[in-house]
């Protein structure tokens, strides 16, 4: 079996594929468990990270281009279409955002079309469809109302991956992600950056930005919970996904101040020294676009989990990228 | 001021166009009235009417071509968008639906944000936005859910207008229409044209097939509500707009068999026997799928007006297409 990862040198594509390899087979819903013969890391960033397992290859191109994404895609059986401009730079640069997240997606859509075996695709959407004035706690049956190019082309993508599984052309399935905290490495252009940076800079004595208030609140799904959803999004068959393809998943609610407060909990009075306050309209007017609570009922009862609070979050950051523990106690 | 419909010689463009035409100005909220110096009517299929004006330009073309878009729409400072590939034809046809409603109005929106002048955008939606299990009423904050190829380019339609409108590259704004009965001319590809034809070939003792159950809802708007609506969407200003963009309008929801009691009243029992009842579940299911009763209370805070019942769209048909009266009374 042949699988697909756009944007698979991203974090959350890593963990991914580090995941399938360690399995070493998938086991969709009803069906038994087959082998993974080629995991085709697809990226226009490949990054520095060396793989020297022989299913992997890493193919640097743009998504957008008919021909590169033809070859990558050939024979496919599963895809994860994780590959995106993210929110701020899509934002500053309407034409890179439309070409990666529209012209990017309908060209993928188009080539697994072509193919004609109705691969299964996993599409990652994100919360920032909704903004503006939002109800205060946002559900599955809560309208679209993108107020970010970003968040534009994530609502423009559930509708046609939807369009297209609909049709039989794809067997997609689009998971509405959360903002992902605590993201390794380093900050990206998404405008939720520093709701990582802010606890994982401190957690290494580094300095951090935050340019939104205190009390902000915002809406966050750890790492491990992210891809877990992606490997159970991808196991569900059809028949469970029913007609409705997009999955809202459940994440959690938690203020900038509460976030701060655990990261003293967990590393000492030093660590929230090393954040520096620094407001940002732009940035403040993105975040507070944003859903702040939601209701993924769907989600749930498709047996979607999330995590228990944020203190959970921070020691799983710890644990998983071992950091190491410079904090008394 | 030049002004460009597209989709101009289909029937709304044509009365959208003879009402300007006649008015000669126009009266934007907040402007003095302006004269219309040029009205171009782009349209892949020009038909046979004959336009003695000399402001009005009939050009064939289309609307996915950059360079024709960019002659009919140099220096046009008001679109209507009407140019549409409708229900049944892009469901039939999946590669032209997504060409023309999708690819044609990406094309139409980069060629008015390369003027640079920010020109005012009336968008043609649909309330084939939604489909599959719906809430008794839709109101103005129901989910977007399209069932069809057409609603899924509709809805997406409706978000990219939104979004170059708040970037400013365009002042849009998105009419979500009813379907419009009773439609003059003869049926088109629409899944809906029936709606039209079981009342307008009876009033002409001509057959027609309704494909829908007699209990079926629809929700309807006539000619003339949507051309009034075309405009007064147009009137408004960027301000009483605001900047939530899409207009779900108000209408009628009736089921087929009020309508054709209504024929009978208003031609006599004659006219019902024109209809042959010939079942189509393709045509039921996509008409199904559609919403049956709404709420818009937006709109109808925006001053939009609705008709008040059947018969009154029936007479005003009779009297707008001069249809003779061969009925006794």
């Known amino acids: 079996m042949k699988i697909l990862i756009t944007g698979g040198t991203g974090f959350i594509g890593k963990q991914v ?5 360690r399995t070493g087979t998938v086991a969709l819903e009803g069906d038994a468990p087959r082998p993974i013969s080629k995991l085709v890391l697809f990226d226009p960033f490949p990054g520095e990270h060396v793989w020297t397992d022989p299913r992997v290859e890493v193919v640097a191109g743009d998504i957008a281009d008919p021909q590169t994404v033809e070859r990558v895609a050939e024979s496919v059986e599963i895809v994860w279409h994780l590959a995106a401009v993210v929110s701020s730079a899509a934002e500053a640069d309407f034409d890179l955002g439309m070409q990666t997240n529209l012209s990017g997606l309908t060209n993928l859509l188009e080539t ?3 193919i004609g075996t109705r691969p299964r695709v996993v599409n990652a959407s994100s919360y920032a469809v909704f903004g503006g004035e939002l109800p205060h706690t946002v559900t599955d049956a809560t309208a679209l109302s993108p107020k970010t190019s970003y968040g534009t082309q994530k609502a423009i993508g559930e509708l046609l991956v939807a369009d297209y599984s609909r049709k039989g052309f794809i ?3 689009n998971l509405r992600l959360p903002t992902i905290a605590i993201r390794p490495g380093k900050p990206n252009k998404a405008a939720s950056t520093f709701v990582s940076s802010i606890i994982r800079e401190p957690l290494r004595r580094l300095p951090a930005v935050c340019p939104a208030r205190p009390d902000t609140l915002v809406f966050v799904s750890s790492p491990r919970s992210a891809c877990e959803a992606m490997l159970r999004a991808m196991n ?3 028949r469970s996904i029913g007609p409705e393809r997009t999955i809202p998943l459940p994440g959690l609610t ?3 101040a509460e976030m701060v407060a655990v990261l003293e909990r967990v590393a000492g009075p030093e660590a929230p020294q090393y954040i520096e306050w620094k407001p940002d309209p732009q940035i403040q007017r993105i975040i507070d676009s944003w859903p702040l609570r939601v ?6 009862a ?10 959970e979050i921070v020691r799983a950051h710890i644990e998983d990228e071992a950091v190491p523990r410079w904090w008394r106690k």
Chains 1, 2 share one sequence.
């Open 295 to 300: 209701d993924a009922s769907r989600a749930r």
């Open 17 to 21: 594929a580090d995941q399938l390899l």
């Open 236 to 238: 569900l068959s059809d």
């Open 302 to 311: 498709l047996g979607f989990a999330t995590d228990r609070n944020f203190e």
């Open 112 to 114: 697994l079309r072509a």
């Open 171 to 173: 067997d997609g399935r």
């Open 254 to 256: 938690v203020s900038i």
